[in-house]
């Protein structure tokens, strides 16, 4: 994920509300009682962070579907949204595919590929992402807000995020310099440590988020968890491998809607983590909603991955591992 991606964050998330107020599309004519995301990898990312922040709002179940199956429940009142920015995702063509024969109301999200190629030969609505990218992970901005603009126009959630990602925008241009600074701080602490991020329940996607971006970017493992089911299990695992401990580097993500007792049993964990690693690094989104929260917390983290990367001596967009995969899987078809 280069720079210019990064930088150029507020922009897409500018160009991405554009595209979804120019949708033109119908409600379902089926009572729609569930929506299933499909999506991999950069393009699921976005389908998590689109669960969490309508958790609560949304007046129906939405389930991530990572995987070449799809659930059982599956049926005409199912909104299913196939999500990859290639568009040739295997496991999401496959799902796509198996929703069809379950006669699902189906939407696709790409940029091209075998899923706009589906989606034309069997007249399904879809929106067309810009092309050119070679990190799916980069058009995260795309892909959020062409998931929330598609709940919005089938009357799932209100017009909230339009406004709250606009002041995100605004936000974010004003705070850039700043957050580059804060970022590159936290690289530098980073190096040589295995991250362990933390946070209440509600924030995990912003977690996996960040866990992932440190992975490709960075090219470095790191480990997540949540409050409170953290304390009821791995907390007693902090003890062993003894040598381990000092390599940890415990990083806690914070928003606004935290529960209160969440943040009680954060607070009192701190001294456990720190008599045994690190002082923990706090990291604080910051906005006046959760969405405008959930943004800050992208682009803080993915400046901290990008300035990993230079810390680590590696360039953060190739991905050789995943490309050798897929590589070796065509082999087998």
Request: charged fraction near 20%; proline fraction near 4%; charge should be negative.
């Amino acid at each position: 994920m280069t720079k210019k991606y990064i930088e150029g964050f507020t922009r897409q998330l500018a160009d991405a509300l554009k595209i979804g107020q120019s949708l033109d599309l119908v409600r379902p004519g089926s009572d729609i009682r569930n929506v299933v995301i499909a999506g991999m990898g950069g393009s699921g990312i976005g389908a998590n962070l689109v669960e969490s922040l309508t958790f609560g709002r949304i007046p129906i179940p939405i389930t991530v579907c990572k995987s070449y199956n799809i659930p059982q429940f599956v049926s005409p009142h199912t909104l299913f949204v196939a999500s990859s920015y290639s568009g040739n995702t295997e496991e999401t063509v496959a799902a796509l595919n198996k929703a069809l024969l379950k006669r699902a109301h189906c939407i696709v999200i790409a940029s091209g590929g075998k899923l706009l190629e589906i989606a034309r030969e069997y007249n399904l609505f879809y929106i067309q992402l810009p092309s050119g990218s070679d990190s799916p992970r980069a058009m995260l901005g795309y892909n959020m807000v062409s998931l929330m603009s598609l709940l919005y126009h089938t009357n799932l959630i209100g017009a909230a995020f339009i406004k709250e990602t606009e002041n995100a925008i605004e936000y974010l241009d004003r705070g850039e310099k700043g957050i580059q600074s804060e970022a590159e701080l936290i690289a530098k602490k980073l190096k040589g440590k295995l991250p362990v991020i933390y946070c209440d329940n509600r924030l995990y996607a912003m977690a996996l988020r960040f866990q992932q971006q440190l992975n490709e970017n960075a090219k470095h493992i790191a480990h997540i968890n949540t409050f409170p089911e953290m304390n009821h299990n791995e907390l007693v695992g902090w003890r062993f491998p003894e040598n381990l401990m000092p390599m940890l580097q415990v990083i806690y993500l914070y928003s606004d809607h935290d529960h209160e007792r969440v943040e009680k049993r954060m607070e009192i964990c701190r001294d456990i983590f720190e008599k045994k690693s690190n002082p923990i690094i706090d990291v604080i989104g910051e906005g006046a909603s959760l969405l405008e929260q959930y943004y800050y917390l992208i682009h803080l983290t993915d400046w901290i991955s990008f300035y990993l990367a230079k810390e680590n001596g590696v360039e953060p967009d190739p991905i050789e591992s995943i490309v050798y995969l897929k590589s070796e899987l065509d082999k087998l078809k």
